[in-house]
């Protein structure tokens, strides 16, 4: 059973800068290919980013694209999103997701960008 745990969110004023981590047990995080989704309020979760198995390939949203960068580094199991420029509109609750035979997802980790 894979698991996933974000880390990295928080408050943050508008033109601010973060990055979220996501690390993974309990599989072969290697054969996973991973993407960081989002949710605000009242919106239907979004993909925000994906990255292939061997990190050779990323692919961004346009609403984000500029701005959010995915990354990952297998040796640690660890998967990235780094967000520059941030602005309200950006406020969510961003969760990691792996897929392999079978989907995982962590319990996510706020963003709130607010001055």
């Known amino acids: 059973q894979v698991q996933l745990v974000e880390s990295g969110g928080g408050l943050v004023q508008p033109g601010g800068s973060l990055r979220l981590s996501c690390v993974a047990s309990?599989?072969?995080?290697?054969?996973?290919?991973m993407s960081w989704y989002r949710q605000a309020p009242g919106k239907e979760r979004e993909l925000v980013a994906t990255?292939?198995?061997?990190?050779?390939?990323?692919n961004v949203a346009d609403s984000v694209k500029g701005r959010f960068t995915i990354s990952r580094d297998n040796a640690k199991n660890t998967v990235y999103l780094q967000i520059n420029s941030l602005y309200p509109a950006a406020t969510s609750s961003y969760s990691c997701?792996?897929?392999?035979?079978?989907?995982?997802w962590g319990q996510g980790t706020q963003v709130t960008v607010s001055s």
């Open positions: 309990g599989g072969t995080f290697s054969s996973a290919v």
């Open positions: 990255i292939t198995r061997l990190g050779f390939t990323t």
């Open positions: 997701y792996a897929r392999t035979y079978s989907q995982y």
